[in-house]
């Protein structure tokens, strides 16, 4: 859905909650921020009416109305193609944001996996870690991917710096092997 129409349609959600305690508001929040919702202003957000931000819409009414309060749902296109067009501005600023710190994670893998090869780590326990942090990379990736419905500019960026990390890793998943199996100095 990278080239929208300018008149979609928005889910706006509107959410009541007790000010206390306050570990329901910031759970409600969280769901809202970790499905792509786009704050527009106190308890109303905003998503595109996909089916990708359905559960996560779903899960922060659910919540909502567990922790006592009130949870509306709205469907809305703006008055003109102006509106439109100024929802889905904000919206992909939301998701160039969400690339930058993304992109910024790459940075730091790939940090890291250098560090690793300058000091000789080469074990496999260090591997399996760097794995696991590049496992958690593709799943960001493939969520920023989903709500990203408009196509962020920072998007193909992303797509070239992930593979950059799997290469990295790749390399030095090579390297750990490469010392294991290399057999000890003769120290007679």
């Known amino acids: 859905m990278s080239n929208a129409e300018p008149d979609s349609r928005w889910l706006i959600l509107v959410i009541k909650l007790a000010a206390e305690p306050s570990r329901y508001r910031v759970a409600v929040w969280r769901e809202l921020r970790k499905s792509g919702a786009l704050s527009l202003g106190q308890g109303v957000w905003a998503v595109p009416d996909v089916p990708v931000f359905a559960d996560g819409t779903a899960r922060a009414i659910a919540l909502t109305e567990a922790a006592g309060g009130q949870a509306m749902t ?6 003109g ?10 919206f992909t600023a939301a998701r ?3 690339w930058a710190e993304f992109l910024a994670d790459c940075g730091k893998y790939e940090e890291e996996l250098a560090k690793e090869i300058r000091i000789a780590k080469f074990t496999l326990a260090e591997l399996e870690e760097e794995e696991q942090s590049l496992e958690r990379l593709r799943r960001w990736h493939r969520d920023l991917t989903a709500r990203d419905v408009f196509g962020a500019p920072e998007a ?8 950059e990390c799997a290469a990295a890793c790749e390399d030095y998943a090579e390297r750990v092997f490469a010392a294991l199996h290399q057999a000890p100095e003769d120290t007679r």
């Open 74 to 79: 709205l469907s809305a296109s703006g008055r």
């Open 156 to 163: 193909a960026e992303a797509v070239k710096r992930l593979k």
């Open 96 to 98: 160039s944001a969400d």
């Open 81 to 90: 193609p102006e509106d439109a067009a100024r929802f889905q501005a904000l």
